[in-house]
């Protein structure tokens, strides 16, 4: 089992950029697959990024967040520049025990308790 514990979440204005962290409890990190998910006020929550293989990105994110995971310390971050107001949400981080890098919610089965980004205009 795994513990998760997203931070760096803060209010931030357009265009700028911000990196959160994603801190994982035990021994195995490095065989769990990893993502950030976010989640709007009144949506669902939706794919961002995932670490590892292709390393896919949401078509939204592409070129302007980036995610890296540090095994050694147990942490995965996202950095996030030329922020937008769109980009407002919960964002989440969730490791997968059965899958590497997915889009897909249902493949996780570890989730943090996330972190607020707000992008103000």
């Known amino acids: 089992q795994v513990q998760l514990v997203e931070s760096g979440g803060r209010l931030v204005q357009v265009g700028d950029s911000l990196r959160l962290s994603c801190a994982a409890s035990?021994?195995?990190?490095?065989?769990?697959?990893m993502g950030w998910f976010r989640q709007a006020p009144g949506k669902e929550r939706e794919f961002v990024a995932a670490s590892g293989g292709t390393t896919p990105y949401a078509d939204s994110v592409k070129g302007r967040f980036t995610v890296s995971r540090d095994n050694a310390k147990n942490t995965m971050y996202l950095q996030m520049n030329s922020l937008k107001p769109e980009d407002t949400a919960v964002y989440y981080c969730?490791?997968?025990?059965?899958?590497?890098?997915?889009?897909?919610?249902?493949?996780?089965?570890?989730w943090g308790q996330g972190t607020q980004v707000t992008v103000s205009s």
């Open positions: 969730a490791a997968s025990a059965r899958y590497g890098a997915s889009s897909s919610l249902s493949d996780y089965d570890y």
């Open positions: 035990g021994r195995t990190f490095s065989l769990y697959g």
